[in-house]
């Protein structure tokens, strides 16, 4: 089946500087990546997502892209604040279950004042 | 909207005892979700309700553990008996169906679990 992996599992930044969260993934037919913001004691949100027909899409401070040939994907944080602090999901789709997101295991984000 | 609704936002209960998890899910979402977060295996899915009919259940990891969805705006999850290893956030998500947005999940704010 699906496998995501999500590396670093924690990531230390000061403010101002970037963060780059990393992805991989097994099912080569596999066509929608979104990324889940989670704060601590709060649900999970959705900050961006990218499917496979695309290889890079920007939201004003961060961005995604995707490798399909290399199946992995990243999400970048540019000019980090302290209110970027949180734990980031990244998720692919089944191919034959396109309902069915696959979590990583999250990545712990500490923005430095 | 008021997004997705869950209740209660925090359960304490006895081993044995039977635990009822609730969800109100958007007004015209199709799709409902309910996911398990612990430290040890992160977010994982249990089942998956399209149209009030559960299309996937896979993930439940016991007879103990079961899932209504009797009409379009509320679902259940029920564990009974419960037991400590069934401590963990429970959240539940919605989804519109058959645009381009179908993916996209929507969480409810879980129900934090504890089984003594």
């Known amino acids: 089946g699906e496998n995501v992996e999500q590396h670093p599992s924690t990531l230390s930044v000061q403010e101002g500087d970037s963060a780059v969260i990393k992805c991989t993934y097994s099912?080569?037919?596999?066509?929608?990546f979104p990324w889940y913001k989670q704060e601590l004691g709060k649900r999970p949100q959705l900050i961006i997502d990218?499917?496979?027909?695309?290889g890079e899409k920007k939201d004003q401070r961060i961005a995604v892209t995707l490798n399909k040939t290399a199946k992995h994907f990243s999400l970048h944080i540019t000019e980090t604040q302290p209110e970027d602090s949180a734990v980031y999901f990244c998720?692919?789709?089944?191919?034959?279950?396109?309902?069915?997101?696959?979590f990583g295991s999250g990545t712990r984000l500490l923005v430095r004042p | 909207d008021a997004g997705v609704i869950q209740s209660p936002r925090h359960e304490v209960t006895e081993m044995g005892q039977e635990v009822t998890l609730r969800c109100k899910p958007i007004?015209?979402?199709?799709?409902l979700f309910w996911y398990r977060q612990t430290m040890m295996r992160g977010l994982e899915l249990l089942i998956y309700?399209?149209?009030?009919?559960?299309?996937?259940d896979s993930g439940m990891p016991e007879d103990r553990f079961s899932a209504k969805m009797p009409n379009a705006s509320f679902s259940t999850l029920k564990i009974q008996p419960s037991e400590p290893r069934d401590s963990a956030v429970y959240f539940c998500?919605?989804?519109?169906?058959?645009?381009?947005?179908?993916?996209?999940?929507?969480f409810g704010s879980g129900t934090q679990l504890s089984v003594l």
């Open positions: 998500a919605s989804s519109p169906w058959g645009g381009a947005n179908n993916e996209k999940l929507f």
């Open positions: 099912d080569s037919a596999s066509n929608y």
């Open positions: 990218i499917r496979s027909n695309v």
């Open positions: 998720a692919a789709t089944l191919a034959d279950s396109s309902y069915k997101l696959i």
């Open positions: 007004s015209g979402h199709n799709s």
């Open positions: 309700f399209n149209n009030n009919v559960p299309i996937d």
